[in-house]
């Protein structure tokens, strides 16, 4: 049978530890694991930039509930352990007891609380979970927020850095004379300061707070001096202590943390400790590369094996954006230590190394990192530097100076040097797993891991896969659609138009595509630029559409669809509206919702049902509205003259005849219109792929807008007299597009690639050239203006539809 | 012992598609490659139960609908620094007839 394994803490370290255990085998122990946060583990290194937005909660999670399911393992979110009774093998949770053989304890640290008055007051909080980083954005959302961040170090700088990314006025409050002391020299945390104050932080060292203020909320922060900052928030980061109070109480022994041996196992032998809740040979840790390796070492030792753990050197960087910091080992001045600096005041670059016995014990570095790695391999292997003293603070790239290249720098790292520290792969890993057949970034970065945790080795990562490919590499961005192939967006777009290729299997083909059937990501385009390309001719590949395209419908999140039936310029009738609370009363739709584009959505359809709804709501007139679709979505109106006193056109009128004109169209992303009655907008023509603004005169064509991940106002394309030319250059304006954009790339970032003069000048400055355009989009609209739903329930693609058998008789024996 | 029975004709299933299977305990997708290879597997991503039926299959895996998460149809091991595996079932391809392993059906009705 197999052994009980109990594990306390769902944090990092026991992440690491999980996966390594259960790589190696998954039998022999049956696991329960309690975490005392109500989610699964998280990279919590990340939630700086979860806090400045850069990042969202669900691209840090490392392992969920589901993980731990798929691997056999009991998960118990939200409980927390509150006792551990060693001699009847149990620990014990408000559920319950639960036994065990072996117990593993990764309780990490809780935040310093200095103890101040005013210290239990409402809006002040710490920086250690996810927890902690949403109540922030509460305050943040605050009008004119402001924040006091107390503690000028690591932690407190990221959540200054990331409060005032969003927006909230913030002060940081430092006890010490410098900032980040622990890191960095008085020269070093200057620059760093400056850079602070540049964007806007408020920075007080050697400042001491003396009472937070306020009657039940936070109202600001009091100093010793008496000076008085006012806050509607207060972050408290000014350390953390290994939390083991639990292992305490249960007689286990510690120090400043809980003892554990080299093989990471606590006075009692059965009981495991990792992270940042230990002490092990005097020291205490509070970066995760060091946890990683103890994970390790523990899983390896709960497996039979003997392992043990090695402290090694590691380095501190910061990770905000701009602010390149590099920091490791110890420059403290004292007597027999000498040191090497390098300034460059004008580029704001400090360098310091600090030696004794010719060999490097402490680097700083401000501003220009890149040879940190470097430094911190000669620290490591305490090499001898007086050889090379007199240009060592140059760098291993020095060359008399001349003009450095960058990857140089990367190829004169010795093999074992360590590139990513979070995961502690070293460049030798890197040039193997390439070796190993990566050929690129991304395959580099799934091999190794190397800069997926918190990131800052990236550029690094990414010069070395350069470097090591050679001629091979191609930058990501600039270079091919996809792995399958070098060429990009454009060049296959050419191609496809110069040799006439018709298919995906021809362009595969022709092109010399590097897979045998193409990716995720390059189907889909190949069939958008055919579909653009041959309008007639192509014939469709629904296996190279993403789902809600090949079943004309949205795909939600636990597997059902949601039915947005068009409603041509958002107007609809009482009978429209009756078949549509007749369908969803039939087919037991969960919600309505009347979204955002005038129109109304019904969610939670069962795959199945699909056709049979549609068949319905095509009795009634209805056709599918596209919510799904890279092509035509909504034109929003307004009522416009018929109604309103200010309405100068009829804006209802014209959006409804621009959507009977659009609709079904196909396009390299979604195409949103609205049409306003008078510059009020109550359409909001400004924010779409094209807008229309009715004036006394005419009709102004607005361009280029977008209101979702960035939001972009229209510009002026130009203005028309007619109904008739209005439609005439959206048509124009629409294929222009069609026919040059990337494939998802919505108008406002073609525009910016192609520029707008230009875009006004086809469509603008030259009639015959328009009506080309206009032209060339109806002839592929006597193609695509059909309605798919109709399609579908007529029996159309009925394998998406239908199982191809039935087996639930098939009973367990 | 393995004892396989029809499920349908390898038509039924597009190319680079797939098409379910219901049992006693969740659906079963049956892919076909573009080199007429067949898979089964759970049709339930490991990640947040995504229909990966409704995935786009390429070479021999298939990305989640949902979050994209790239799965091997020959281990149903996710790809990548994704954790995951997919329950996989013996299927195979004779005269045109796509048979499927009865027992791991039954096996898995039982696990349910
Ligand atoms: C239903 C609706 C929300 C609602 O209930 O109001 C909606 C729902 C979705 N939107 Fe939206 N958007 C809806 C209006 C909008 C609007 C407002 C508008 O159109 O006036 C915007 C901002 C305007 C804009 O597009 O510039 C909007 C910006 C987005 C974006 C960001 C696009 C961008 O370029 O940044 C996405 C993501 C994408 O398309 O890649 C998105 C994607 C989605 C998807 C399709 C997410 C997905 O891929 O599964 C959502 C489908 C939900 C579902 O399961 O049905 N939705 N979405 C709205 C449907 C309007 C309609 O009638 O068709
Ligand atoms: C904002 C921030 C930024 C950081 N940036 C970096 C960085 O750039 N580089 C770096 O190397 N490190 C960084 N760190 C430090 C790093 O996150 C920690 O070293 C690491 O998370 C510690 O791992 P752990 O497993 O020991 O503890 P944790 O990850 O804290 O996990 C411990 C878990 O145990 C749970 N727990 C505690 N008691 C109980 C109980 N009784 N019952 C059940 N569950 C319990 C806790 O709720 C917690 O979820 C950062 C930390 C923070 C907060
Ligand atoms: S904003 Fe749009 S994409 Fe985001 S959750 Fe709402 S519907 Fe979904
Ligand atoms: S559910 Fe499959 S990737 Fe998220």
Redesign the interface.
């Known amino acids: 049978m197999a052994m009980k394994l109990v594990v306390i803490g769902a944090g990092m370290a026991s992440g690491r530890a999980m ?1 390594h255990l259960l790589a190696a085998n998954d039998e022999i122990y049956d696991i329960t694991l309690f975490g005392a946060e109500p989610r699964g583990n998280y990279n919590r290194i990340m939630l700086s930039p979860v806090l400045s937005g850069q990042k969202s909660y ?1 691209e840090i999670v490392t ?2 509930a ?2 731990y399911r ?1 691997h056999g393992v009991d998960c118990r979110f939200g409980e927390i352990v509150t006792g551990i009774d060693r001699i009847r093998k149990v620990v014990i949770s408000a559920k319950g007891e639960t036994p065990y053989d072996k117990l593993l304890i990764a309780t990490g640290s809780s935040p310093f609380i200095i103890p101040v008055p005013g210290r239990d007051l409402k809006g002040v909080m710490a920086y250690r979970d996810l927890g902690d980083v949403n109540a922030m954005l509460e305050y943040s959302q605050r009008p004119d927020p402001r924040a006091v961040v107390i503690g000028g170090g690591l932690l407190g700088l990221e959540a200054a850095a990331g409060l005032s990314a969003q927006g909230m006025k913030v002060t940081v409050v430092h006890l010490m004379p410098h900032l980040m002391e622990r890191q960095l020299d008085q020269s070093a945390g200057f620059l760093l300061q400056s850079e602070l104050e540049k964007r806007g932080i408020d920075i007080l060292c050697g400042a001491n707070t003396k009472e937070i203020q306020g009657e039940a909320q936070v109202s600001g922060v009091l100093l010793e001096d008496g000076r008085e900052i006012p806050a509607d928030m207060v972050v408290m980061a000014v350390g953390i202590r290994p939390n083991f109070g639990l292992a305490q109480a249960s007689g286990l022994r510690y120090n400043r943390g809980l003892l554990v041996n080299d093989q990471m196992k606590t006075d009692d032998p059965e009981i495991f400790a990792i992270g940042e809740c230990v002490e092990h040979r005097g020291g205490t840790y509070g970066l995760v590369a060091p946890l990683y390796d103890m994970a390790k070492v523990a899983a390896k030792n709960l497996l039979g094996f003997h392992e043990t753990f090695e402290p090694v050197e590691i380095s501190t960087k910061l990770k905000v954006t701009g602010c390149d910091l590099f920091s490791a080992g110890d420059f403290a001045e004292a007597k027999g230590r000498e040191e090497i600096v390098y300034r460059d005041a004008t580029q704001g670059i400090y360098k310091r190394l600090v030696i004794e016995d010719n060999r490097i014990i402490g680097v700083v570095m401000y501003g220009d990192t890149v040879d940190g790695p470097w430094f911190l391999q000669k620290l490591k292997d305490a090499e001898d530097i007086s050889e090379i003293r007199d240009t060592l603070i140059f760098g291993p790239n020095f060359a008399g100076g001349a003009a450095l290249d960058p990857l140089a720098a990367v190829a004169a790292l010795p093999d074992d040097s360590e590139i990513c520290g979070c995961n502690g792969i070293s460049k030798g890993d890197i040039i193997s797993a390439i070796n190993n057949g990566a050929g690129s970034l ?1 395959e580099v ?2 091999l190794t ?1 190397a800069s ?1 945790s918190c990131g800052t080795c990236l550029g690094l990562t990414t010069q070395l896969t350069a470097l090591t490919l050679g001629d091979g590499f191609k930058l990501p961005e600039a270079a091919g659609m996809c792995k399958c192939t070098d060429l990009s967006h454009q060049d296959v777009r050419k191609f496809i138009r110069l040799k006439a290729l018709k298919s995906i299997p021809a362009i595969m083909q022709d092109l010399e595509w590097g ?6 990501a390059c ?2 385009a190949l069939n958008y630029y055919l579909v653009a390309e041959w309008p007639g001719e192509y014939v469709d590949d ?3 559409r ?2 809600n395209e ?2 004309h419908a949205n ?1 939600q ?3 059902t669809y949601s039915v947005v039936p068009r409603m041509f310029g958002g107007m609809t009738t009482p009978d429209e509206l009756r078949a549509i609370a007749d369908a969803a009363d039939k087919y037991n739709v969960p919600s309505v919702h009347v979204t955002g584009g005038q129109r109304i959505d019904l969610l939670g359809v069962q795959k199945e049902d699909l056709p049979a709804m549609w068949a319905d709501l095509n009795a009634a007139g209805m056709v599918s509205g596209h919510a799904y679709a890279k092509g035509l979505r909504t034109v929003k109106t307004c009522v416009g003259k018929d109604h309103c006193r200010f309405g100068t056109q009829d804006s209802t009128g014209l959006g409804i005849k621009l959507e009977k004109a659009l609709w079904g169209a196909w396009s390299p992303h979604k195409f949103k219109l609205a049409v306003s009655g008078c510059p009020r907008n109550c359409a909001e023509a400004t924010c779409k792929d094209f807008g229309i603004i009715c004036v006394d005169s005419g009709y102004k064509l607005l361009v280029g807008g977008a209101a979702g991940m960035d939001l972009r106002e229209t510009e002026l394309l130009g203005t028309v007299e007619t109904e008739a030319d209005a439609l005439e250059h959206c048509a124009a304006f629409y294929q222009l597009y069609r026919e040059n954009a990337q494939y998802l790339h919505r108008p406002y970032k073609w525009i910016a690639e192609v520029g707008l003069d230009w875009v006004i000048e086809q469509i603008m400055d030259n009639a015959e050239n328009r009506a080309a355009l206009a032209d060339r989009f109806f002839f592929s609209q006597s193609f695509y203006q059909t309605d798919p739903w109709a399609e579908r329930a007529q029996g159309g693609e009925a ?1 998406e539809f239908t ?11 | 012992m393995s004892n396989f029975i029809d499920i349908g004709a390898l038509g039924d299933i597009p190319q680079q598609g797939a098409r379910l299977v219901k049992t006693a305990a969740g659906c079963i997708a049956i892919f076909r490659t573009v080199e007429d290879k067949v898979f089964a597997l759970d049709d339930k991503c490991p990640h947040k139960g995504g229909p990966l039926s409704n995935g786009i299959q390429h070479g021999e895996a298939v990305t989640c609908p949902l979050h994209n998460w790239v799965f091997d149809l020959n281990t149903g091991v996710a790809a990548g620094v994704d954790v995951g595996q997919v329950q996989t079932y013996p299927v195979k391809v004779e005269n045109g007839r796509v048979l499927i392993d009865k027992n791991s059906i039954a096996t898995k009705a039982a696990a349910a």
């Open positions: 996966e669900e392992h969920d589901e993980w798929s991304a970065q799934a891991k997926t897979s045998s059937g193409g990716c995720a189907r889909p629904g296996q190279s993403f789902i090949r079943v795909i999140k636990d597997g394998h199982p191809m058998a039935d087996l639930t008789q098939v009973a367990a024996e």
